[in-house]
């Protein structure tokens, strides 16, 4: 395969091998999530044939301060092997580094692992010829670098892709097994305090996250890594996950990102986990629920979660000390309500995505539910997942969740855009040959939806391009421009007007009113003429979430201030004159 090095690597085996790794996190802001290279670390140190002759570099993790490549480089110099993991956020980052080594450094071994590699998008894959070997995404890492190492030593520093479990060109692989009785965080507390400490001291974003089962057995097409890949899910130990919980409340983290794509799979044993964190005052967030379509185990699972946390005082008492200005202040108030995945309220686009979930009925009638027992208990809603404009869906179903929007009132929720990520069934031309999709090339040089900047020249007006839908069978490029403007504009048109006109019309009613009215004002002509330029394949790649010049929901919500009693006036004529 191209993407590989054919060269010639070392041609003297070392007694000793230096091991690094290079994860950049989504922002510099943000402590770098290092979880995988400690985990390859404990995995070969507790199977491992030569673990007496590796030297385990320490992870990189003040991205606050690098201000290029070069000076990254610095703190890896001394490995002859560095690892990379490759996500959406970062790719750019690490491949820059990457090819700079190569460059400069040809005898180094340069291994890259994670979800955004390319195997469904050939051309990208081939660009990256700097890596001389690459785990297939979604396969563990722990058994390709145990598998690598070995062949390494036993090879004179030359390993063999045919050695190697899920290596690209070899796609063999052994079973892994994430029981084990090591607790990763015990194991390397010290690394762990030291980041923490850093973090504190620079008000980075203190993240960490926890793994208590891995795999999913579902095959969604979108999904390239953890919550659709067609996998048995395994499951770490009860009590070797309470005593992860417990070493990192010892180290000083307050919550955690649990990483397990189906929470409640398990539902006792996930409740437990979940018990046991609350009741030491320590929060998993990010929860992602199971994707059963059992209306009434889905609800049950919620409601067991609502007996454990009961009135949320605790929510209640960082109200009142005032939180913070800075990333510590703010992770007080992390979300631990489990989210609800929708995705879409439309059964046909679920069916074109092989996505197992609720029936539209169902999602409908979870969402008033969780959104009353929020209220009831003083719980902020959890964020919606919902993806904008999936193959199957069709502009009237995007105005009928307006309804799950309205239900839920979780105003800073905003549909993402869908992401042709470069491995994943999605991406793959027979699927879009055969459900009519046309993409176009963006870019986003903003974090997330909230539209914070990163700090320094590594990251600063760093681009990352991806593919979104334009086109396809079940709605064409206009309807596709309105989904993504009234995306922006849905939540300030229910917060600010829906509660008057409630009595008269539906939600999805008021917002087609609204942008019927929106799309014949003056003021849209230059903002319409930039969402024609983003989903144009043949002007160049802009931004998705910027318009004139700043943040698109900012920019929307300024021209809906400043047109709202027009709008409010029209929209009001057309509903009650029906």
Sequence with gaps: ??????????????????????????????????MTYLMVQS??????????????????????????????????????????????????????????????????ITIVGGPHIGTNEPEFLKTRWFYDFICKPTKPGETFMEDFINSYFENNGKPKAEDISWELRNLQGKKHNINTEISVYEEHFDYLKETLDYARQHKLEPFMILETTR?????????????????????????????????????????????????????DRDLEIFAYAWKNNFNLTDISTMKSVNYERRKRLIDRWFEIVGTNQRHKSYAEKGGGTDMWGKTMMVSIVPTVSIQSISEEAMKVSNRIDLSTNDKLKLSRHIGKRCREEGFPVPALELILAMPGSTLEDFYKEAEIIWQFKAWGSYRHDYMFLPDSELNNESYKKKYNI????????????????????????????????????????????????????????????????????????????????????????????????????????RSIRTLQGGFRVEVIKKFLDENMNIIKSEVLSKILNK
């Excluded at 191209?2 to 510099?28: E, R």
């Excluded at 990189?60 to 110099?77: M, Q, S, V």
């Design 438 to 541: 046309e993409t176009v090339e963006v870019y986003t040089d903003i974090v997330d939806e909230d539209g914070i900047d990163n700090w320094k020249s590594l990251y600063k007006n760093k681009k990352l391009s991806f593919k979104t839908i334009r086109s396809c069978y079940s709605f064409n490029e206009e309807e596709m421009k309105e989904m993504w403007f009234m995306n922006g504009a849905l939540n300030y048109l229910l917060r600010n007007f829906y509660d008057g006109v409630k009595e008269y019309c539906t939600p999805a009613e008021m917002s087609k009113e609204c942008y019927n009215i929106i799309k014949k004002l003056k003021d849209f002509i230059p903002i319409k003429n930039e969402i024609d330029d983003i989903f144009n394949p043949n002007t160049p790649p």
């Design 215 to 267: 795999g999913c057995p579902y095959k969604c097409v979108y999904c390239e890594w953890g919550g659709g890949i067609d996998t048995k899910i395994v499951k770490k130990d009860l009590e070797l996950v309470k005593k992860d919980i417990d070493c990192l409340i010892k180290i000083g983290f307050r919550d955690a990102y649990l990483t397990d794509a189906n929470f409640g799979a398990f539902e």
């Design 43 to 108: 995995h070969y140190n507790f199977v491992g044939k030569y673990k007496s002759r590796i030297n385990w570099i320490p992870a990189p993790y003040k991205f606050n301060k690098y201000e290029n490549t070069e000076e990254l480089y610095t703190e890896i110099r001394e490995a002859d092997i560095i690892m990379f993991s490759s996500y959406a956020w970062n790719y750019s980052i690490i491949d820059n580094l990457a090819e700079y080594i190569k460059l400069n450094h040809p005898e180094k």
């Design 1 to 34: 395969m191209s993407a590989f090095l054919n060269q010639h690597l070392n041609t003297m085996i070392k007694n000793t091998v230096n091991i690094a790794f290079v994860n950049p996190p989504h922002a510099d802001w943000s402590l770098a999530n290092n």
